[in-house]
């Protein structure tokens, strides 16, 4: 069965620390496509990116980047020099195949992020 | 460009009583989608629209109906409200099939259920 798995419940850093929010998945897709969102404390849910099975390179977007490796079914996000506005809850997902092919995404439970000042 | 807007934001309900959630989107998405979020426990997939008049159930759609009369709009209904049934709905949707489209939310909606 399809499954996403965030293992750090909470972190909590000081403004300016990296950190690593952890994301592993299970599936039996060859074809799958994995997320991660932010949800900050307003409640809504922001995309961050999107990533293809095929497609294993790294992705920057200025503090923002994404390691993906097949080989031990990981998707990792890391924010450098993080900041306060970065305080939120992360969700992992990943999309499959749902009755009739259309897409659902599987919600990992989230890593609750607090950049203290 | 509103993107995904959702109606209302909070509602507090007594057991048994009804309500209609409504989802709206001006992005000319194909498909739509109703989740529910519970601490813990990620979102989970209640129902689902891959198009004008048609709806299907997702993981957990007991107590729950929609309906898609228009292709912008999806709505959530609950018949007979049950505390269980406390949570944070979100809409999403989506402009075409599977696993190649970005699902994007709207702002949730708060229900309590007394």
């Known amino acids: 069965a399809q499954k996403v798995t965030q293992a750090q419940t909470e972190i909590s850093v000081v403004e300016k620390e990296d950190v690593t929010l952890d994301c592993v998945y299970e599936?039996?897709?060859?074809?799958?496509?994995l997320f991660w969102y932010k949800q900050p404390p307003s409640g809504e849910l922001v995309f961050l990116i999107r990533r293809n099975s095929f497609d294993e390179q790294n992705e920057i977007s200025g503090r923002y980047s994404w390691n993906f490796q097949k080989s031990t079914s990981s998707f990792n996000f890391t924010i450098t020099a993080s900041q306060v506005v970065d305080s939120a809850v992360y969700f992992c997902?990943?999309?499959?195949?749902?009755?009739?092919?259309?897409?659902?995404?599987?919600f990992g439970a989230g890593t609750r992020l607090a950049v203290h000042p | 460009n509103a993107g995904v807007t959702q109606t209302p934001k909070f509602r507090v309900l007594k057991t048994g009583q009804s309500m209609t959630l409504l989802c709206a989107q001006d992005?000319?998405?194909?498909?739509m989608y109703w989740y529910r979020q519970d601490p813990g426990m990620g979102l989970r997939l209640i129902h689902y629209s891959v198009g004008e008049g048609t709806t299907a159930k997702g993981e957990v759609p007991d107590g729950y109906n929609v309906s898609r009369l228009k292709k912008q709009n999806f709505l959530l209904g609950l018949e007979s409200a049950a505390p269980s049934q406390t949570s944070v709905y979100f809409c999403a949707s989506s402009l075409g099939e599977a696993s190649t489209d970005t699902q994007y939310f709207g702002p949730g909606t708060r229900l309590t259920v007394l």
């Open positions: 997902a990943l999309s499959e195949a749902f009755s009739g092919g259309y897409n659902k995404l599987i």
């Open positions: 992005m000319n998405h194909e498909y």
């Open positions: 599936t039996r897709d060859t074809t799958y496509y």
